[in-house]
Every structure is written in structure tokens, then in C-alpha cells.
């Protein structure tokens, strides 16, 4: 299993950008997508989620501005980021995991990140 992130890059403090996740196999029981973010020298944060039949879940600090979502079709996740602030400067990254009930568990399935970076 490979998940490929893209669509990264610098925008001004209110723009916006969308985040792909392609994800390329699959395997058996993980079949939700969490996008995390990560800032250097901090832990990485789960910041949404969709399950399989495409339940979604947000982080207080995003719901509003950002929106997940998914094309089974073509194996692939988005994040549609909106309103961007400069605390939303980070790498983001997907995961390919499971959810039980309203929990997200990750595999160790992730993706090589892609640049977020917000401007003033």
C-alpha cells in the first residue's frame, strides 16, 4: 500500500487549498482516511477523519474551515483547507487506518507528506 500526498504549497493568510491523498492497494479492515499535520518539533495531530462510507470527523481548531472528503472511485482522499491561518503552516500528511465507532485508529500506512505554509 502507497498513499501519495499532494496539492501543498504557500498562500496568503485566507486563501485556500486542496490536499490530494491518492491511495494506491489496499488492505483488508483499513479502509478510513485521516489527514494529520505535522509542525517540526511538535507531535503530529490528527486533524480530520472519514470512515469508509464516508462519516466524517473534525478537530475543534479546523471544523468550519476545512472540509474532508472522498472519491472511492479513484482512491483518493481530499482536504479542502479554507480560510487558512499562519498556525496552519505544517506538513500534512495522510494515513490509511480504521475506525471503531467514532475512534481513529492509524496503521502504519502513511504518506511522505506534502508542505503547507502560510503567509502574512
Known amino acids: 500500500v502507497q498513499l501519495v500526498e499532494s496539492g501543498g504549497g504557500l498562500v496568503q493568510a485566507g486563501g485556500s487549498l486542496r490536499l490530494s491523498c491518492v491511495v494506491s492497494?489496499?488492505?483488508?479492515?483499513?479502509?478510513?482516511i485521516g489527514w494529520y499535520r505535522q509542525v517540526p518539533g511538535t507531535q503530529r495531530e490528527l486533524i480530520a477523519t472519514?470512515?469508509?462510507?464516508?462519516?466524517?470527523d473534525y478537530k475543534h481548531f479546523v471544523k468550519g474551515r476545512f472540509t474532508i472528503s472522498r472519491h472511492n472511485a479513484n482512491n483518493t482522499a481530499y482536504l479542502r483547507m479554507n480560510d487558512l491561518r499562519l498556525d496552519d503552516t505544517a506538513v500534512y500528511y495522510c494515513?490509511?487506518?480504521?475506525?471503531?465507532?467514532?475512534?481513529?485508529?492509524?496503521?502504519?500506512?502513511w504518506g511522505s507528506g506534502t508542505q503547507v505554509t502560510v503567509s502574512s
Open positions: 494515513n490509511l487506518g480504521r475506525m471503531v465507532g467514532v475512534y481513529y485508529y492509524p496503521s502504519d500506512y
Open positions: 492497494g489496499s488492505i483488508s479492515g483499513l479502509d478510513a
Open positions: 472519514i470512515s469508509g462510507d464516508g462519516r466524517t
